[in-house]
Nanobody
């Protein structure tokens, strides 16, 4: 029902910025909440941020601490994650996901992108 395609990952120096994008398609894609998760080597999947279809957002402040911003463009069916002041500990595969309702729980998300790798060097 919802297909997700991510882009924007890459290699950056500590202190740099990246903007991740996730394009959604499908009959009901616009009506879904969208979330970003990340998984570093040897660690569990971690919630980063999420946004409802009308623009209400929530963040994992322990990991993000005001450095990241989630947004969406419903006309483009695209969600973004702007990442500033990147740190080596931000290195992970970043996944976007779609859910019926805004949530910070991965089990609430029914559709997942393929992931995009973000590597932050020190």
């Amino acid at each position: 029902q919802v297909q997700l395609v991510e882009s924007g990952g890459g290699l950056v120096q500590a202190g740099g910025s990246l903007r991740l994008s996730c394009a959604a398609s499908g009959r009901t894609a616009r009506r879904h909440a969208m979330g970003w998760f990340r998984q570093a080597p040897g660690k569990e999947r971690e919630f980063v941020a999420a946004i409802s279809w009308i623009g209400i957002s929530t963040y994992n402040t322990d990991s993000v601490k005001g450095r990241f911003t989630i947004s969406r463009d419903n006309a483009k069916n695209t969600v973004y994650l702007q990442m500033n002041s990147l740190k080596p500990e931000d290195t992970a595969v970043y996944y976007c996901a779609a859910a019926l309702n805004l949530s910070d729980h991965p089990q609430s998300y029914d559709y997942w992108g393929q992931g995009t790798l973000v590597t932050v060097s020190s």
